[in-house]
């Protein structure tokens, strides 16, 4: 067993420092943020720590107001105290990690390292956060023993939502040390870890910049906008929205130029060094502080009336956007494909005769950076890292890239491509020419191996034990039960695992029906069951389409008969024999929650979005969320306590009323979502085993259902309160007569109606309460109007 890390110092609390420092809170470690003392300080505040500690206070400060979040819960914060590099040097003696995170120059660097070689004891892990200055430069003149317990942790931005870690050992870094650190940014961190070699930017950098700065130079010989680029480079490309321009502003361009930089000096032997020179422009834009968000001005800004402008390459002046016409329709009907591999292939249009006009130019465009890119990650390998895989995660780690190189290699075709590049001059490695010899058709194959470039076979592919998928885990050959809505599979060791497979993971008729039916099929022939989805997001709630389509033909009966079933479903999870535990990750919203309410029992990821957001579209919960978001609140104070329901019955009225979605799991758990109990998992690729572990824990302490509860609620003066609250915000103009009439109806519901203080209300009243609110409202036609806008807006509830 390694030693554990549990208290830690991070040393710079800029941007990055900060929300290291942020993430390693989130964890729940203690953190020491650290930086220089303010030069320049009056006589006054030379012994004032908090005057000493500004720097690092404002970074701190800067975390907690940091959007998105950095801290999980601003309680978080809690955990780091901030400091100096003069005043307390002393405080890291204590330390087991310690990460440098400083300005990017090797001189303040070593400086710093020799102080730490002197303050730190002798089990602390000392690391740089560096985008890559060489290990060997960075420890000149530190003793061997400094240099075993010293590497390189590269985490990406922002901390706390980036996957990838880098790590990079020096030759005389210790492997224990390593492995150390690997177990923390893994287990503990969530992060996905790759191991790279000591050369300039790494892994990550050195691939993706390349990748963007070619874009940039291809748009310039093509004569296309940075539109046409954009578009191509994003979900057509399976990249990121932001695709290339977007990126360089949310990273900075300053940032962008001196990662380039870094790579022209340091690469003089890199066959494509020239694509890392920045073009002149960018330069042009650099000088000008057109930097990009940070400065409100990149490629692209926002003009006086509100619409996104672009900078014009050739004139350096904003213009409204535009580009090709045929460029954005191939790019629109792209997009529209889920698989990325498919849309990969329809791009470059392998084996497809040269198209004509702007979709002819946008697939050359894209060959060409593809075919280039490709080339360059495969004559990588053995550089910057031997292993390609490595070079696939951190693109889809670090890039958000759907697929990385390689894995975008095999989706086009292996052979294919290799065809096509050599007749295209693009320039490829002998280990390609071998690896072809040898009869091998894709880096990857359907049985777990992966092709070793350096050494010319195949090898299994390393794999996390805590990562797996619903494909792997499932059992048999085929489900256990099945509809068009949902299905479920035997996952092993006595646990059935329930997937929605609608659009979006939507909740319609058939979702409910195999809800009910995989409780019934777990009591009887398994232990527990697991309610597991695929997708972006877990479920972004009911199927609105539906919902609208039953309002608008007056169909009451038949919404009734859907939202009774919905509640009759969660409600039967909550008092299964087995246990059932949900693993929501990403969008949890509406009745997406409420499946977590009813069941009870969560295993979340840690980047959960969860929240009651009926009210957007006019309505209430209708699936028991009302009923159940007030349970858990009233189950929180122990009996016997002297507690005001009208108080608890406030804020989850506030809650649901004002649509509040928590930003995580922990956020969640504060709000009342989630219980204090649920488990989170940081890193989302556990989160499956994460949750099957739990339901078998859960199934071996003696697992007994809960029993049903009744609450004695605020009643007539509860509701009169709180429409009084409503009517306040009509009069100021903050809310319409109709966000008025939804609100009056989820009162009515959580304080049981006008009799609910003189007697315990029970959940079957609750419920009835709640679905007859639910479907009057869906009479309404502001509600059938928002509802109609909605789905016209957000093409995730589009049927």
């Not at 321009?245 to 032997?269: K, M, Q, W, Y």
């Given at each position: 067993?390694?030693?554990?890390?549990?208290?830690?110092?991070?040393?710079?609390?800029?941007?990055?420092?900060?929300?290291?420092?942020?993430?390693?809170?989130?964890?729940?470690?203690?953190?020491?943020?650290?930086?220089?003392?303010?030069?320049?300080?009056?006589?006054?505040?030379?012994?004032?720590?908090?005057?000493?500690?500004?720097?690092?206070?404002?970074?701190?400060?800067?975390?907690?107001?940091?959007?998105?979040?950095?801290?999980?819960?601003?309680?978080?914060?809690?955990?780091?105290?901030?400091?100096?590099?003069?005043?307390?040097?002393?405080?890291?003696?204590?330390?087991?990690?310690?990460?440098?995170?400083?300005i990017e120059q090797i001189e303040p660097k070593q400086a710093l390292f020799e102080k730490l070689e002197r303050s730190t004891k002798e089990t602390c892990i000392v690391a740089s956060n560096t985008s890559g200055l060489r290990i060997a430069d960075m420890t000149a003149g530190r003793s061997e023993a400094f240099r075993r317990r010293f590497l390189v942790m590269?985490?990406?931005?922002?901390?706390?939502?980036?996957?990838?870690?880098?790590?990079?050992?020096?030759?005389?870094?210790?492997?224990?040390?390593?492995?150390?650190?690997?177990?923390?940014?893994?287990?503990?961190?969530?992060?996905?870890?790759?191991?790279?070699?000591?050369?300039?930017?790494?892994?990550?950098?050195?691939?993706?910049?390349?990748?963007?700065?070619?874009?940039?130079?291809?748009?310039?010989?093509?004569?296309?906008?940075?539109?046409?680029?954009?578009?191509?480079?994003?979900?057509?490309?399976?990249?990121?929205?932001?695709?290339?321009?977007?990126?360089?502003?949310?990273?900075?361009?300053?940032?962008?130029?001196?990662?380039?930089?870094?790579?022209?000096?340091?690469?003089?032997?890199?066959?494509?060094?020239?694509?890392?020179?920045?073009?002149?422009?960018?330069?042009?834009?650099?000088q000008k502080k057109l930097l990009g968000d940070k400065a409100k001005s990149g490629f692209y800004r926002k003009g006086k009336d509100g619409a996104i402008e672009t900078l014009d390459p050739k004139t350096l002046e904003y213009r409204a956007r535009s580009g090709d016409k045929e460029i954005r329709a191939l790019c629109k009907e792209l997009a529209a494909i889920?698989?990325?591999?498919?849309?990969?292939?329809?791009?470059?249009?392998?084996?497809?005769?040269?198209?004509?006009?702007?979709?002819?130019?946008?697939?050359?465009?894209?060959?060409?950076?593809?075919?280039?890119?490709?080339?360059?990650?495969?004559?990588?390998?053995?550089?910057?890292?031997?292993?390609?895989?490595?070079?696939?995660?951190?693109?889809?780690?670090?890039?958000?890239?759907?697929?990385?190189?390689?894995?975008?290699?095999?989706?086009?075709?292996?052979?294919?491509?290799?065809?096509?590049?050599?007749?295209?001059?693009?320039?490829?490695?002998?280990?390609?020419?071998?690896?072809?010899?040898?009869?091998?058709?894709?880096?990857?194959?359907?049985?777990?191996?992966?092709?070793?470039?350096?050494?010319?076979?195949?090898?299994?592919?390393?794999?996390?034990?805590?990562?797996?998928?619903?494909?792997?885990?499932?059992?048999?050959?085929?489900?256990?039960?099945?509809?068009?809505?949902?299905?479920?599979?035997?996952?092993?060791?006595?646990?059935?695992?329930?997937?929605?497979?609608?659009?979006?993971?939507?909740?319609?008729?058939?979702?409910?029906?195999?809800?009910?039916?995989?409780?019934?099929?777990?009591?009887?022939?398994?232990?527990?069951?697991?309610?597991?989805?695929?997708?972006?997001?877990?479920?972004?709630?009911?199927?609105?389409?539906?919902?609208?389509?039953?309002?608008?033909?007056?169909?009451?009966?038949?919404?009734?008969?859907?939202?009774?079933?919905?509640?009759?479903?969660?409600?039967?999870?909550?008092?299964?024999?087995?246990?059932?535990?949900?693993?929501?990750?990403?969008?949890?919203?509406?009745?997406?929650?409420?499946?977590?309410?009813?069941?009870?029992?969560?295993?979340?990821?840690?980047?959960?979005?969860?929240?009651?957001?009926?009210?957007?579209?006019?309505?209430?919960?209708?699936?028991?969320?009302?009923?159940?978001?007030?349970?858990?609140?009233?189950?929180?104070?122990?009996?016997?306590?002297?507690?005001?329901?009208?108080?608890?019955?406030?804020?989850?009225?506030?809650?649901?009323?004002?649509?509040?979605?928590?930003?995580?799991?922990?956020?969640?758990?504060?709000?009342?979502?989630?219980?204090?109990?649920?488990?989170?998992?940081?890193?989302?690729?556990?989160?499956?085993?994460?949750?099957?572990?739990?339901?078998?824990?859960?199934?071996?302490?003696?697992?007994?259902?809960?029993?049903?509860?009744?609450?004695?609620?605020?009643?007539?003066?509860?509701?009169?309160?709180?429409?009084?609250?409503?009517?306040?915000?009509?009069a100021a103009g903050q809310a319409s007569q109709h966000d008025a009439k939804i609100a009056t109806k989820l009162a009515e519901v959580l304080c049981g109606g006008i009799g609910g203080s003189a007697r315990e209300v029970t959940e079957s009243e609750m419920l009835e309460r709640e679905r007859e609110a639910f479907v009057s409202l869906c009479g309404e036609p502001?509600?059938?109007?928002?509802?109609?806008?909605?789905?016209?807006?957000?093409?995730?509830?589009?049927?």
């Amino acid at each position: 067993m390694s030693l554990p890390i549990r208290r830690t110092a991070v040393i710079g609390a800029g941007v990055m420092g900060s929300g290291i420092a942020a993430h390693l809170a989130n964890a729940g470690v203690q953190v020491l943020l650290m930086d220089i003392v303010p030069p320049g300080l009056g006589e006054r505040e030379k012994n004032d720590r908090a005057a000493r500690n500004r720097f690092a206070a404002a970074g701190l400060d800067k975390a907690l107001k940091a959007k998105p979040a950095a801290f999980f819960h601003k309680d978080r914060a809690r955990l780091v105290t901030v400091g100096n590099v003069e005043d307390d040097m002393s405080g890291l003696d204590n330390c087991d990690l310690v990460i440098e995170a400083v300005i990017e120059q090797i001189e303040p660097k070593q400086a710093l390292f020799e102080k730490l070689e002197r303050s730190t004891k002798e089990t602390c892990i000392v690391a740089s956060n560096t985008s890559g200055l060489r290990i060997a430069d960075m420890t000149a003149g530190r003793s061997e023993a400094f240099r075993r317990r010293f590497l390189v942790m590269h985490f990406f931005n922002p901390v706390r939502y980036m996957k990838l870690l880098e790590l990079v050992a020096g030759p005389d870094t210790a492997p224990a040390a390593v492995d150390r650190v690997r177990r923390f940014g893994q287990d503990r961190l969530g992060k996905g870890v790759v191991f790279g070699n000591d050369t300039p930017n790494f892994i990550g950098n050195r691939i993706g910049v390349h990748a963007m700065l070619l874009a940039i130079h291809l748009m310039l010989e093509e004569g296309l906008s940075p539109e046409d680029v954009d578009g191509l480079t994003g979900e057509p490309l399976g990249h990121p929205k932001s695709a290339s321009f977007r990126t360089a502003d949310i990273v900075g361009l300053d940032t962008l130029v001196h990662v380039a930089e870094n790579c022209v000096a340091s690469l003089p032997g890199d066959e494509d060094r020239s694509v890392f020179e920045v073009p002149p422009y960018i330069r042009a834009m650099v000088q000008k502080k057109l930097l990009g968000d940070k400065a409100k001005s990149g490629f692209y800004r926002k003009g006086k009336d509100g619409a996104i402008e672009t900078l014009d390459p050739k004139t350096l002046e904003y213009r409204a956007r535009s580009g090709d016409k045929e460029i954005r329709a191939l790019c629109k009907e792209l997009a529209a494909i889920e698989d990325p591999a498919e849309r990969i292939r329809r791009l470059v249009g392998m084996g497809e005769s040269a198209a004509p006009g702007g979709r002819g130019i946008a697939r050359r465009f894209a060959w060409h950076l593809l075919s280039r890119s490709l080339g360059y990650a495969a004559r990588r390998v053995g550089e910057i890292t031997d292993d390609i895989t490595a070079i696939d995660e951190a693109m889809r780690w670090g890039y958000n890239w759907d697929l990385g190189p390689f894995e975008t290699w095999d989706a086009i075709g292996f052979d294919a491509v290799v065809d096509r590049m050599a007749k295209d001059g693009v320039a490829l490695p002998a280990s390609i020419a071998r690896m072809r010899a040898a009869g091998a058709k894709s880096f990857y194959t359907s049985d777990g191996r992966v092709f070793d470039l350096l050494e010319g076979q195949y090898k299994p592919l390393a794999a996390d034990p805590k990562v797996a998928t619903l494909t792997i885990l499932r059992k048999g050959g085929g489900p256990v039960l099945n509809n068009d809505g949902a299905e479920a599979w035997d996952l092993g060791d006595g646990v059935l695992g329930l997937t929605f497979k609608s659009k979006a993971n939507s909740i319609d008729a058939d979702v409910i029906q195999l809800i009910g039916d995989s409780v019934d099929k777990a009591e009887t022939d398994f232990r527990g069951l697991v309610v597991a989805n695929r997708g972006e997001h877990f479920c972004v709630g009911a199927n609105l389409f539906l919902v609208a389509m039953a309002a608008g033909q007056q169909a009451w009966g038949e919404l009734q008969s859907m939202v009774g079933n919905f509640q009759l479903a969660c409600q039967r999870m909550k008092y299964a024999t087995v246990p059932v535990v949900v693993a929501p990750y990403g969008m949890t919203l509406g009745g997406g929650l409420e499946v977590c309410l009813g069941a009870g029992h969560v295993q979340a990821a840690a980047e959960t979005y969860a929240g009651l957001v009926e009210v957007g579209v006019g309505l209430i919960p209708g699936g028991g969320g009302n009923m159940n978001l007030l349970w858990h609140a009233f189950a929180s104070v122990p009996d016997g306590t002297s507690v005001d329901p009208y108080a608890l019955v406030t804020q989850v009225f506030k809650n649901v009323a004002l649509a509040r979605v928590a930003t995580s799991a922990e956020e969640a758990q504060a709000f009342g979502y989630f219980g204090r109990e649920s488990g989170v998992s940081f890193d989302r690729a556990r989160l499956l085993v994460d949750a099957k572990a739990r339901v078998i824990g859960m199934a071996e302490s003696g697992y007994h259902p809960p029993p049903p509860r009744a609450y004695v609620l605020p009643g007539e003066s509860g509701i009169a309160t709180l429409t009084l609250m409503i009517d306040t915000l009509v009069a100021a103009g903050q809310a319409s007569q109709h966000d008025a009439k939804i609100a009056t109806k989820l009162a009515e519901v959580l304080c049981g109606g006008i009799g609910g203080s003189a007697r315990e209300v029970t959940e079957s009243e609750m419920l009835e309460r709640e679905r007859e609110a639910f479907v009057s409202l869906c009479g309404e036609p502001k509600s059938q109007e928002r509802m109609q806008y909605m789905l016209m807006n957000n093409k995730m509830l589009r049927n």
